[in-house]
């Protein structure tokens, strides 16, 4: 089969699905390319995938027998099949509590963490979990999800990554027990600085994870200066 890709966003950053898509394809001997409606000629089927939802939508004549959208820029999943990846991608809790300037999920979902499904809705014993969830943490069924995370035996990833100002030793303890190979943390509001930094050492010293394992990204040049963004990445690194 030929098949095409169209990353709707751009080349920016790699588009995952796209990415797994691509791979599997040619793992069965198919041809795959980036589409291009003037030289990639007649495809078989073509693949467009959409993160954000200001995006421009593709439309440019495609020639192929078969077209298929998905990403959350089109608010739709992607059927793709089961054998195509070995990952299970989907969302446990949606909403979050925290109503931050620069993300759209309160507006977009609500100002409130609640359980929108569990695991076995979108997970079918595939080796690999991909959450999408904004703040389970902050969900009131958080115990219940992670156990559920906890007895599947995947790796699971926290894509949207954990917020640590939420954190307990209980918290801490059953997250632990959930096989990840990194997790990442946010310290996004420089005023947060007093909340943020005894709860990271805390969980550092109760999970025993090395730096490896552990990440914290830092947004800049939003409503912080240059000094107070060097502050957060210094204290980081001394802890």
């Known amino acids: ?23 599997w394809y040619k793992r069965q001997g198919d041809s795959v390319e980036w589409y291009e409606p003037l030289l ?12 954000f939802s200001f995006s421009p939508d593709y ?17 739709i999943h992607l059927e793709d099949g089961e054998e195509v990846k070995n990952t299970a ?6 909403g979050c509590p925290r109503g931050c300037k620069f993300c759209h999920v309160g507006c977009k979902e609500g100002r409130k963490s609640y359980k929108a499904a569990d695991l076995d809705t979108f997970w079918r014993g595939q ?21 559920q995370l906890i007895d ?8 949207q990554g954990i917020d640590i100002r939420l954190m307990t030793e209980e918290k801490a303890g059953m997250i632990k027990r959930i096989r990840t190979k990194n997790i990442h943390f946010a310290w996004d509001r420089y005023g947060d600085r007093e909340e943020i930094i005894p709860k990271l050492r805390m969980f550092r010293e109760l999970t025993g994870w090395s730096y490896q394992q552990l990440t914290v990204y830092v947004l800049t040049n939003f409503n912080t200066t240059h000094e107070q963004d060097l502050d957060r990445i210094y204290t980081l690194r001394d802890l």
């Not at 095409?4 to 691509?22: A, E, I, Q, Y």
């Not at 990639?40 to 993160?51: F, L």
């Not at 439309?59 to 608010?75: N, Q």
Request: glycine residues 8%; negative net charge.
């Open 59 to 75: 439309e440019r004549c495609i020639d192929a027998d078969e077209v298929i959208k998905g990403g959350s820029g089109y608010c």
């Open 152 to 159: 599947s035996s995947a790796w699971v990833d926290f894509s």
């Open 89 to 94: 991608y989907g969302f446990m809790t949606r």
């Open 127 to 147: 080796k690999n979990i991909v959450l999408l969830d904004p703040n389970i943490t902050a969900c009131k069924d958080w115990k219940e999800l992670f156990q």
């Open 40 to 51: 990639s000629g007649h495809m078989d089927r073509v693949y467009i995938s959409k993160v």
């Open 1 to 23: 089969m030929r098949i095409g890709l169209v990353d709707v966003d751009g080349h920016n950053f790699p588009n995952l699905p796209l990415m797994k898509l691509s791979a």
